[in-house]
């Protein structure tokens, strides 16, 4: 399983930014995994920032992100993004996408997350 992360950089503050993964090398079909966006900032561990279950449909944001972020998965191009809008200098942080091909609950366990990929950098200033 690869997830290759694309389009970060860098935005001002209230700026917006997407985000993409693309996913390659799956044992099932897209339906039968979730997904999941996660971040690290310098100094800080990672954090849970939006978990989607394609085959309920449920999605999940972190506090911090709520109401900004947009997770969504397109089945047919395997590609998972995130959409990310009124920035703000806190959401700075290497960007990482990743799958688990079991439920997770609760959400952003990330050792249910078997697959990861490299990260991408977004900057907020």
């Known amino acids: 399983v690869q997830l290759v992360e694309s389009g970060g950089g860098s935005v001002q503050a209230g700026g917006s930014l997407r985000v993409s993964c693309l996913v390659s090398g799956l044992t099932y079909t897209m339906s039968e995994y979730r997904f999941g966006w996660f971040r690290q900032a310098p100094g800080k561990e990672r954090e849970g920032v939006a978990q989607i279950s394609p085959a309920g449909g449920s999605k999940y944001y972190g506090p911090s992100v709520k109401d900004r972020f947009t997770i969504a998965l397109d089945n047919k191009q395997n590609i998972l993004t995130l959409q990310m809008w009124n920035l703000k200098p806190d959401d700075t942080a290497i960007y990482f996408c990743?799958?688990?091909?079991?439920?997770?609950?609760?959400?952003?366990?990330?050792?249910?997350?078997?697959?990861w990929g490299q990260g991408t950098q977004v900057t907020v200033s």
């Open positions: 990743a799958s688990a091909p079991t439920s997770v609950w609760p959400p952003f366990d990330q050792k249910r997350f078997l697959y």
